[in-house]
């Protein structure tokens, strides 16, 4: 991955949700903003930028300034169908699980763990060789992104980060020269810069 000098990852902004729709088919609401991200100064103007094909991620790169971006079907977010979660702290004990050991929770289909992680990293591959040198920005879902993460780093994935993680978020990394990928910037450390 050494054809690119940053890989820039944002969290998609905060959709409108509606439990008698599918999550991938939620769409931001009208008075939805990126501003603060937008307007930070660490997204490149230069960059080749990629998104998930879910309306809340392309709708965020269109708040970005990139109704360009190139759609990677392999952006998605984890695929979890079955019942609703009224209760928002039960879906978050799910995906910590999840998240943290594979766990899919009783009576839930879930897409692996180990098939989402395979799935984005591969995605990040061909986009890197897309990029033909060029930072790229990718706009996805935050279990996904959690995943990449992990997968960049070495680490098992943080649920303390995807609990943290804000609607719109960014981290970044820097590919050095012998195309080794090092954490650049934090989660939310845009808010600072």
């Given at each position: ?73 392999d952006l998605r977010e984890a695929?979890?169908s079955g019942a609703w979660y ?107 810069s």
């Amino acid at each position: 991955m050494k054809d690119v000098s940053a890989i820039h990852l944002v969290r998609h902004a905060r959709s409108s949700i509606d439990p008698e729709v599918p999550p991938g088919r939620w769409r931001l609401p009208s008075d939805c903003s990126a501003a603060a991200l937008r307007d930070s100064g660490v997204l490149p103007a230069d960059a080749r930028w990629f998104t998930s094909p879910e309306s809340k991620a392309r709708q965020t790169a269109e708040l970005l300034l990139a109704p360009e971006a190139t759609v990677v079907t392999d952006l998605r977010e984890a695929e979890r169908s079955g019942a609703w979660y009224e209760d928002s702290g039960e879906f978050e004990v799910a995906v910590a699980a999840f998240l943290t050991d594979g766990t899919v929770p009783a009576g839930r289909s879930w897409e692996s763990r180990d098939a989402v992680t395979e799935r984005v990293v591969s995605a990040l591959e061909q986009i890197v060789l897309d990029c033909g040198g060029r930072d790229c920005v990718l706009v996805s879902h935050g279990t996904a992104l959690t995943l990449l993460v992990g997968a960049l780093t070495g680490r098992t994935p943080a649920t303390a980060e995807w609990r943290a993680l804000r609607m719109p978020d960014h981290c970044s990394f820097e590919v050095e020269p012998d195309g080794e990928i090092v954490p650049a910037m934090a989660w939310g450390e845009f808010l600072d810069s």
